[in-house]
Structure formats: C-alpha cells, structure tokens
C-alpha cells in the first residue's frame, strides 16, 4: 500500500485517471447514445453548426469531468484536503471583488503575450501548421452559437473543472510530498503532458 503513497504514484496517478476515466467517458457517452465525433462534424459544416457541436460537448464534457471529479474528490478527502483549497488553509479566502481584479490583472498581460505570437503567425510568417480549428474560428460569424461554444470548451466550463483537478487535486496531492516549488512546478508538467495534442511538433 505504500507504494499509493510514494511520490512517483502522486505523479504517475492523475495520468492514469485522465487516461482512465476518459475512455469510460466515451464508453458512458457511446452507451447513452452521445456520438462524441458529432462536434467535429458540426463544426465541418459550412456554416459550423456552433449550436449543435456545444450541445454534444456539454454533454460528453460533463460527463468525463464529473467521472474525473467525483474520483478527484473522493481522493481529496481520502488524504485529507479540499480541491476548492489543496494547499493551506492559513491564508484567508479572497473576496469575488478580490478575485475579479486579480483575474483582470493576470489575463491583460497574459492577453497580450498571448497576441504576439499570433499576430506573428497569421500575418509575418507561419509558426507551423495550425489546427483546423483556428480557420473555422476565424472564419466564421461570431454568432450567440459560437460564444456558447467557446464557453463551454474554451473560458467558463472546461477550464474550471480542469483548475479544479489539476490545481486542486494534483496540487494537493503532490503538495504532500513534494516542497511547495516542487508541486506547482510538477502539476504544470502534468497539466502540460496532458495538453500535448496542441501542439505542433515541426
């Protein structure tokens, strides 16, 4: 049993229930008549049928996040933390106002960074070749359907639960046996491991 308690299964773990969890997910959602690959075939539409790829990413989403949740606090509490808070219980909670204005200082500097390469890719010279996704972005009337969309998969749903996990479970976890450094700079890796699918190796 110990070796559930050693510092290579704290970072072996959240893979495995990533990898896990998933293909139960699609298992659960093929079962409930959820056609996974109905997104994608939304989006090839011409115009992309914004509305119909949200309703099935809601739904597979919610599925593989409330598998990985469940899991997450199950093993959360097991060892003796809250995903809402992994690491300390010292500091005091920071208010909604707290929050919002550190959340508008982070993601101004961050937006910026983040148009640099774009501007560079899409107009100086190509970084490499880019997801289909970015051309049916860019190409397409940023309609209510679309926003929806986006929400869910890209700023509000998906990136919530995802924090949730990665920086609350796998922070905590790994923030048990690791230094505070250590931890933070591990769950990035893993978080980072896991997102490999965007990036393009050339």
């Known amino acids: 049993m110990t070796i559930f308690k050693s510092r290579a299964w704290l970072i072996v773990e959240p893979i495995i229930l990533l ?6 997910a699609r298992y659960l959602a093929t079962t ?10 939304a989006l090839l ?36 933390y809250r995903l809402t808070r992994p690491v300390s219980d010292v500091a005091p909670p920071l208010s909604i106002v707290q929050l919002a204005l550190f959340g508008v200082a982070i993601a101004i500097p961050l937006h910026l960074l983040a148009i640099l390469p774009r ?29 929806l969309f986006m929400a869910i998969g890209s700023f509000a749903f998906v990136p919530i639960v995802e924090e949730l996990f990665f920086r609350g479970y796998v922070l905590g976890a790994l923030y048990q046996r690791f230094s505070a450094i250590s931890a933070a700079l591990l769950s990035a890796a893993i978080f980072t491991v896991v997102h490999l699918q965007y990036v393009g190796l050339d």
């Not at 409930?32 to 075939?41: L, Q």
């Not at 914004?50 to 060892?79: C, E, F, N, P």
């Not at 490499?128 to 209510?144: H, L, Q, R």
Request: aromatic letters at 14%; a negative charge; charged letters at 15%.
């Open 32 to 41: 409930a008549g959820i056609d996974s690959n109905a997104a994608d075939e």
């Open 119 to 147: 501007w560079y890719h899409f107009t100086i010279a190509p970084l490499g070749v880019a997801p289909p996704i970015w051309d049916i972005i860019y190409n397409s009337a940023w309609t209510a359907e679309f926003w």
């Open 19 to 24: 990898v896990a969890l998933g293909l139960l």
């Open 45 to 80: 539409k011409s115009p992309p049928r914004w509305g119909d790829a949200a309703s099935v990413l809601m739904q597979t989403q919610t599925i593989k996040w409330g598998l990985l949740l469940g899991a997450a606090w199950v093993l959360a509490r097991m060892r003796g």
